[in-house]
């Protein structure tokens, strides 16, 4: 069976840290670019960042960048999404996702998905 499964969130006051991963079973992660996307409650799905499969580009939403840093280890075939400086609006469930194609926002465009971490900022 291929698999994602997302770990690493929870609870942290504003201005706080999380790292996420992501860590495929079933399959390896070379030859897949890896997206991460977040849900709030009432809100629909978005895309936040996206690594190419071999790291030589990484992308971000704009509101964002600067606080979050996409990354893989294949060898641990795991992906992460460090998060610092975290607000009340980065509340969230985050998902990672891996598609074969080149990184882009579209959530149709990737095939392979996590169930999700809960990240909550508040004081």
């Known amino acids: 069976q291929l698999q994602l499964v997302e770990s690493g969130g929870g609870l942290v006051q504003p201005g706080g840290s999380l790292r996420l991963s992501c860590k495929a079973s079933?399959?390896?992660?070379?030859?897949?670019?890896i997206g991460w996307f977040r849900q709030a409650p009432g809100k629909e799905r978005e895309w936040v960042a996206c690594?190419?499969?071999?790291?030589?580009?990484?992308g971000y939403k704009g509101s964002v960048e600067g606080r979050l840093t996409i990354s893989r280890d294949n060898a641990e075939n795991t992906a992460y999404l460090q998060m610092n400086r975290l607000k009340p609006w980065d509340t969230a469930t985050y998902y990672c996702?891996?598609?074969?194609?080149?990184?882009?926002?579209?959530?149709?465009?990737?095939?392979?998905w996590g169930q999700g971490t809960q990240v909550t900022v508040s004081s």
């Open positions: 079933g399959f390896t992660l070379d030859n897949y670019a």
């Open positions: 690594i190419s499969s071999s790291s030589d580009s990484r």
């Open positions: 996702a891996a598609t074969s194609r080149s990184c882009e926002p579209r959530m149709r465009a990737f095939p392979f």
